[in-house]
Each structure stands twice: as structure tokens, then as C-alpha cells.
């Protein structure tokens, strides 16, 4: 059971918008910042957005991120198969006194 | 450019201390607001943190297995060790290090990754 939920999948046709969804609780999404991470199949995961609305040089605009509350979504637009992968988001939680994963979202490109 | 790699045993038996090493390159852990951390993911599930360390020499860990771990960093040598006790065959993962930078408003995140490395846990 992973402290940040995120549906299993999600799925779009090329060209769509998509969002992933990302709930928390007050001490990790709600007082700190949240990331997303992009894993391709059978590769290591990679920085997509961080500080809850931040890309890294060279991740295309098509990818944002916003946060609200406890809660984070990560919106990818204009759609394309080689987006289909696993989607992870990440925050520090001051509880656990830790960075916590969320469980992850497959992402299907019909 | 920054890489990381990790490094070990890819077989371990039950109840034995795994050593993980990470080499790194285009980086200093003794440069202000650098950190390396550790990250695992079992087959087909989700990325789990385990560890983290500094260019202070602060150290964190994951709450649930922190009895079990010791971080510590070779800055002459650019690397990172990870050390795990008493594995069980939940364990079984592929463990990845990784980059990160923080200033006075926090963490840019994990940036770059290493390709990781897949350690079994079985006798």
C-alpha cells in the first residue's frame, strides 16, 4: 500500500490529453512538493516534472504537472505511443521523514 | 555529463548482507546541495526509496527498513555505498542510484538515474 495513490492505469488515443492523478495527505503532497517520474519499459525511470510544476531541460511542454490541496495531477497532451509507459509520482513526507513513491500508473496509448 | 552505475552481487542467499556500490562520474558529493540516494523496484512493482546521503554527510532512510541499512560515500573514490542485512527474498529487485540536488527551497529531484541492477534473493 503506497502512502501516495495513483489510479493503475490510464489510457488515450494519439493526439488526446490525459491526466494522471496523485492523492496524498497533508504531510507529504499537502506541505511539500511533488515530482513525476516517466519508466519506459525495461528502463530506468526518468525526471518529468519536479517541484509540482518544473520540467527539466529537454522533457517537452507537453508534460505539466500542478498541484492542489493534497492532491497532484500530472496532464500529458497531444498524445503519442512512444508516451506509453509507467507513471510515478514522488514527495518527501514529513511523518515518515522520507521520500515516498506513489504505486504508479500504466499508461496504454490505444 | 553525469552518469551513475550501479554495482554487486546479482545473487544473494537469504539472511546475507548485500553491498551495493554506485560510481558515479561528472559530479562531486562534496559540492554544496549534492546528494545520491538509493531506489528499488521488485519485478513488476512499484519504485520504492531506501536511502539517501549528502555532501554534508546527512543521511536518511526509509522508515521500514532502516534497521537494515547503512549509507556511506567515498568522495576520493566518486562513490556511493549501500549496504542491506539480513535479506529475505522480498528483497528481490532491481536497485538503482541516483542524482540529486537540493538548495534552500528543496530537492530538483531525482535528475539522473543509473541503468540499475537486478539482485535475487534465493538459496
Known amino acids: 500500500q503506497s502512502v501516495l495513490t495513483q489510479p493503475p492505469s490510464a489510457s488515450g488515443t494519439p493526439g488526446q490529453r490525459v491526466t494522471i492523478s496523485c492523492s496524498g495527505s497533508?504531510?507529504?503532497?499537502?506541505?511539500?512538493?511533488v515530482y513525476w517520474y516517466q519508466q519506459l519499459p525495461g528502463t530506468a525511470p526518468k525526471l518529468l516534472i519536479y517541484?509540482?510544476?518544473q520540467r527539466p531541460s529537454g522533457v517537452p511542454d507537453r508534460f505539466s504537472g500542478s498541484k492542489s490541496g493534497t492532491s497532484a495531477s500530472l496532464a500529458i497532451s497531444g498524445l503519442r505511443s512512444e508516451d506509453e509507459a509507467d507513471y510515478y509520482c514522488?514527495?518527501?513526507?514529513?511523518?515518515?521523514?522520507?521520500?515516498?513513491f506513489g504505486g504508479g500508473t500504466k499508461l496504454t496509448v490505444l | 555529463q553525469i552518469t551513475l552505475k550501479e554495482s554487486g552481487p546479482t545473487l544473494v542467499k537469504p539472511t546475507q548482507t548485500l553491498t551495493l556500490t554506485c560510481t558515479f562520474s561528472?559530479?562531486?558529493?562534496?559540492?554544496?546541495?549534492?546528494?545520491v540516494g538509493w531506489i528499488r523496484q521488485p519485478p513488476g512493482k512499484a519504485l520504492e526509496w531506501l536511502a539517501l546521503?549528502?555532501?554534508?554527510?546527512?543521511?536518511r532512510y526509509s522508515p521500514s527498513l532502516r534497521s537494515r541499512l547503512s549509507i556511506t560515500k567515498d568522495t576520493s573514490k566518486n562513490q556511493v555505498v549501500l549496504t542491506m542485512t539480513n535479506l529475505d527474498p522480498v528483497d528481490t529487485a532491481t536497485y538503482y542510484c541516483?542524482?540529486?540536488?537540493?538548495?534552500?527551497?528543496?530537492?530538483?529531484?531525482?535528475?539522473?538515474w543509473g541503468q540499475g541492477t537486478l539482485v535475487t534473493v534465493s538459496s
Open positions: 561528472g559530479f562531486s558529493l562534496s559540492t554544496s546541495g549534492v546528494g
Open positions: 517541484r509540482n510544476n
Open positions: 546521503i549528502y555532501w554534508d554527510d546527512d543521511k
Open positions: 514522488a514527495g518527501w513526507d514529513d511523518s515518515l521523514s522520507g521520500k515516498v
Open positions: 497533508s504531510s507529504n503532497i499537502g506541505s511539500n512538493y
Open positions: 541516483a542524482h540529486r540536488r537540493v538548495d534552500y527551497s528543496g530537492s530538483y529531484g531525482f535528475d539522473y
